[in-house]
């Protein structure tokens, strides 16, 4: 009797890609029990985790209850076996089994992440608080396309720089690390899928989410991996990290918090709806998230229980921006909501006039957004009184972000404004080939976005 041979590769794919157990079990004509058998292997070998395989858990008990189990007289053994010693059926095998990615479950010892570096992180929305706001000069008056970087795809995700490298990932599976100065590639990183999370970078090293459920850590100065840790889902949530702990969301409705020396699971706290929020940190030892749920959700982020929850009438894709007593946050019904810290109460509410799925900047004493109706909207940050509103010529989902009394954000529309925070009038504007969902980074006296055209903009 012939075994079946199955790559390891290729059943891991099928497992990430979520098949169900008959599916995958009819694609490689395969029995329940050579299926738990298979399974054990990967996960003794450490190419999978348990949390990747919450769909086979009938199969993973079956597996783990004996070392053996014959798919076609049922005899089971405590030895570990490829043909049964009862029959002599050949049960599915592995090819070529892969080995573990290195500090799967630890960090090595070699690892290049400098735990004692004091050197401060660079994140997206240019801090933990989300506020979008930079202690940067930006572009007064636009006198030049600096560089310009041509990429694979669509560029939904944020640039974040640190030193002279700015790292952004796009839709075509990489993440790139740039020369702030020219925009040459200084080293790139090929993932599974399409990366829209931006990525959070301390500790010398690049953190990240991946579509296909990965959390990463890269090496900030060569791009090799150091760490992994596999979430049950896509990750589209830009990680924060704090205190040798990770925090994330994915589109299975988990936000998570992976102890950052052990890649271990610290907790997991369950909404009602997929996280592609960012999660936003401050110093009172919470963590304050959107869901499509609906829902800001405020976490301690030693234990993982909710503090409180606040409801809205729809779905919450941007990050909150946290001042001192308030979190603020737009959502898909259409209304900007300002809420308080301590307790979780609404302090005020806006209509907007159209959906908002980015994220608001804080600063000068306004809060800003943009909805789908395309307007750009500054409300005074205290009281929510609309202040001036600006219209684009399409939709706006680019979170807009603030420096030296500028605003600067994207639009459907293809282009990039630069208005004036006072007054909402507008500076100058930059023509892309592309809808611009991408939020800007500001640093020095230089403006970088991303476009769906694929390219990445430097602009002084």
């Given at each position: 009797m012939t075994p079946k041979t199955i790559k390891a590769k290729d059943l891991v794919q099928d497992i990430r890609a979520d098949m169900s157990p008959?599916?995958?079990?009819?694609?490689?004509?395969?029995?329940?029990?050579?299926?738990?058998?298979?399974?054990?292997?990967?996960?003794?070998?450490?190419?999978?985790?348990?949390?990747?395989?919450?769909?086979?858990?009938?199969?993973?008990?079956?597996?783990s209850a004996y070392t053996f189990e014959c798919p076609d007289c049922g005899s089971r053994d405590n030895q570990e076996r490829d043909q049964c010693p009862k029959c002599g059926a050949l049960v599915a095998q592995i090819e070529e089994e892969i080995e573990a990615p290195p500090s799967q479950r630890t960090l090595a010892s070699d690892s290049r992440i400098d735990m004692t570096s004091s050197e401060a992180g660079a994140f997206y929305r240019g801090n933990l608080k989300r506020t979008g706001y930079y202690e940067a000069k930006g572009v007064r008056g636009l006198t030049k396309l600096k560089w310009k970087f041509k990429t694979g795809g669509w560029i939904s995700?944020?640039?974040?720089?640190?030193?002279?490298?700015?790292?952004?990932?796009?839709?075509?599976?990489?993440?790139?690390?740039?020369?702030?100065?020219?925009?040459?590639?200084?080293?790139?990183?090929?993932?599974?899928?399409?990366?829209?999370?931006?990525?959070?970078?301390?500790?010398?090293?690049?953190?990240f989410g991946t579509s296909d459920g990965r959390a990463l850590i890269l090496s900030g100065a060569t791009g090799d991996q150091l760490w992994v840790f596999n979430a049950a889902a896509s990750i589209n949530s830009s990680p924060a990290v704090s205190d040798d702990v990770v925090y994330f969301g994915?589109?299975?409705?988990?936000?998570?918090?992976?102890?950052?020396?052990?890649?271990?699971?610290?907790?997991?706290?369950?909404?009602?709806?997929?996280?592609?929020?960012?999660?936003?940190?401050?110093?009172?030892?919470?963590?304050?998230?959107?869901?499509?749920?609906?829902?800001?959700?405020?976490?301690?982020?030693?234990?993982?229980?909710?503090?409180?929850?606040?409801?809205?009438?729809?779905?919450?894709?941007?990050?909150?921006?946290?001042?001192?007593?308030?979190?603020?946050?737009?959502?898909?019904?259409?209304?900007?909501?300002?809420?308080?810290?301590?307790?979780?109460?609404?302090?005020?509410?806006?209509?907007?006039?159209?959906?908002?799925?980015?994220?608001?900047?804080?600063?000068?004493?306004?809060?800003?957004?943009?909805?789908?109706?395309?307007?750009?909207?500054?409300?005074d940050a205290k009281t929510g009184r609309e202040k001036w509103r600006e219209q684009t010529g399409g939709p706006i989902a680019s979170s807009p972000v603030l420096a030296f009394f500028?605003?600067?954000?994207?639009?459907?529309?293809?282009?990039?404004?630069?208005?004036?925070?006072?007054?909402?009038?507008r500076?100058?504007?930059?023509?892309?080939?592309?809808?611009?969902?991408?939020?800007?980074?500001?640093?020095?006296?230089?403006?970088?976005?991303?476009?769906?055209d694929g390219h990445v903009y430097a602009l002084e």
């Open positions: 008959a599916a995958v079990m009819s694609k490689y004509g395969i029995s329940a029990a050579e299926l738990g058998f298979l399974l054990k292997k990967l996960l003794k070998v450490e190419v999978i985790t348990s949390q990747e395989l919450a769909r086979y858990q009938g199969l993973q008990t079956v597996a995700a944020a640039p974040v720089a640190l030193k002279d490298l700015v790292y952004i990932a796009g839709w075509d599976g990489r993440l790139y690390a740039l020369e702030l100065e020219t925009g040459t590639p200084r080293w790139v990183f090929s993932g599974q899928g399409p990366i829209s999370s931006s990525p959070a970078i301390t500790y010398n090293a690049v953190f994915a589109s299975d409705g988990y936000v998570y918090a992976v102890d950052l020396i052990k890649a271990s699971l610290k907790w997991k706290f369950k909404t009602a709806g997929a996280v592609s929020s960012s999660p936003a940190l401050d110093d009172d030892n919470r963590l304050y998230i959107g869901s499509y749920d609906g829902s800001i959700h405020c976490v301690n982020t030693d234990s993982g229980e909710n503090i409180w929850s606040f409801k809205t009438a729809g779905p919450i894709s941007g990050v909150p921006a946290l001042s001192d007593t308030a979190v603020y946050v737009g959502s898909w019904d259409g209304a900007f909501y300002c809420i308080n810290k301590p307790d979780g109460d609404l302090q005020w509410k806006m209509k907007s006039g159209g959906k908002i799925q980015g994220s608001p900047a804080l600063g000068y004493g306004g809060v800003y957004f943009g909805n789908a109706a395309g307007a750009a909207i500054c409300c500028s605003v600067y954000m994207g639009s459907d529309d293809k282009t990039f404004y630069t208005l004036d925070v006072n007054t909402g009038k500076k100058w504007q930059f023509l892309t080939e592309g809808a611009i969902h991408s939020s800007a980074l500001i640093i020095n006296e230089t403006v970088i976005f991303g476009s769906n």
